[in-house]
């Protein structure tokens, strides 16, 4: 890589990373695009429950995500990397719903959605001076937030849960996505050293454009999955696609890298 000139003259290396900072980039990335998916799912539930699932409700429909996509993994219930996956995704829901369980939030529910909680007001409460209506009317407001507050915090809890699960989607896909940038490179550098010979021609505005698609294939489709709040979506259908998408952009890339180094 040529150095960089700075205003005085003086060239300024490019800065490099070692990999413990690469792993420590890796990992503090993988849990904010987590963190991040899981409030975009839960704002995307808080608008469906009012717009696309208005009969269904947000709680029973980020339940059935979680149930199809656990239906999924359970179709392949063997991985490269782990033996059983479908214990592996009950354990990852076991693991999401442990702080909510600690900290009393489930209990909370069901004790604010228990039958009889909101009682008809009696004929003394009706015929009540309005000092006394008011203190009435300040009750049945907070337990009416206390039940809702309640109830997006489970449907917050239903959407960790599928976070997870398709993040260990990602875990079990990983030596697909090797093999797929193995075949990339391979083919990259068999189409790289035949240009070298036979005297091609050499452009960088393709190398570049195509790195930086790979990088794409490998980290956008993920994301997209990740937050994607509509059923019926077979993680194998995105596993095929962009495998695809890696090889051929990382061969590419490899294939319009630099003829001399």
């Not at 000092?131 to 937030?145: D, F, H, K, N, V």
Request: glycine share 10%; proline share 5%.
């Amino acid at each position: 890589m040529t150095p960089r000139p700075t205003q005085g003259g003086a060239p300024v290396r490019a800065r490099t990373r070692g990999p413990v900072e690469l792993t420590l980039e890796v990992a503090f990335g993988l849990i904010f695009v987590s963190l991040f998916a899981w409030f975009i799912g839960v704002m995307i539930e808080l608008a469906g429950h009012y717009v696309l699932w208005k009969e269904e409700g947000a709680l029973a429909h980020s339940q059935r995500i979680v149930a199809q996509d656990m239906g999924y993994i359970a179709a392949a219930p063997r991985s490269l990397l782990i033996d059983d996956t479908e214990g592996f995704a009950h354990r990852l829901n076991g693991w999401a719903a442990w702080p909510y369980e600690r900290l009393g939030v489930l209990a909370w529910y069901r004790r604010t959605h228990a039958p009889g909680q909101e009682p008809a007001p009696s004929a003394s409460q009706r015929k009540a001076s309005a000092p006394q209506q008011l203190g009435l009317g300040l009750q049945s407001a907070t337990r009416s937030i206390g039940k809702t507050a309640s109830y997006w915090a489970v449907v917050s809890m239903h959407v960790a849960q599928d976070v997870l699960l398709r993040l260990s989607v990602a875990l079990f896909a990983l030596p697909a996505f090797a093999l797929a940038c193995i075949v990339g490179i391979v083919d990259g550098l068999v189409r790289r050293d035949l240009r070298r010979w036979q005297g091609g021609r050499e452009s960088s505005f393709v190398y570049h454009h195509a790195k930086r698609y790979t990088a794409w294939a490998l980290t956008g489709g993920f994301g997209l999955y990740l937050t994607w709040p509509f059923g019926g979506f077979n993680p194998a259908y995105m596993v095929l696609v962009f495998t695809v998408l890696v090889a051929a952009t990382l061969s590419t890339t490899v294939g319009s890298f630099k003829k001399y180094v």
